[in-house]
């Protein structure tokens, strides 16, 4: 069962400042929690990123904005289910340019499922 998204913002050096801003007004707009502004690669992310947290009842409402809003930039959306190999794997979807993730630190699917159950 899902319980709610995440979705990451991905920039770079010379879009850090529109995805800041874009990351802001979805902050503003819609009071969904905003993670840091990182300016390297972290978790499986390959590129710079910020996440925001939204929640079932707000995703349609977010997810149509995002997508007429982030001008350009690739934005990596995935559920919540409390399995982090299935949520970046299964429970994805993309808007504007995909990314490979490294899908290293989550283990085998074995490891995943196991953990995901404890």
């Known amino acids: 069962m899902i319980h709610g998204f995440h979705a990451h913002v991905y920039?770079?050096?010379?879009?850090?400042?529109?995805?800041?801003?874009?990351?802001?007004?979805?902050?503003?707009?819609?009071?969904?929690?905003?993670?840091?502004?990182?300016?390297r690669p972290v978790g499986p992310h390959p590129c710079w990123s910020c996440q925001l947290s939204i929640s079932i009842e707000q995703f349609q409402e977010v997810l149509l904005w995002l997508m007429q809003a982030r001008n350009g930039l690739s934005?990596?959306?995935?559920?919540?289910s409390g399995d982090d190999l299935r949520d970046h794997t299964e429970?994805?979807?993309?808007?504007?340019?995909?990314?490979?993730?490294?899908l290293s630190l989550f283990g085998s699917p074995a490891d995943a499922s196991r953990s995901s159950r404890s």
Do not use: K
Request: net charge neutral.
């Open 11 to 39: 920039y770079d050096e010379h879009t850090f400042t529109q995805a800041a801003a874009l990351c802001q007004a979805a902050h503003q707009r819609f009071d969904v929690p905003m993670g840091r502004l990182h300016r």
């Open 75 to 80: 934005v990596f959306i995935h559920g919540l």
């Open 91 to 102: 429970l994805v979807m993309w808007l504007g340019r995909s990314y490979p993730l490294d």
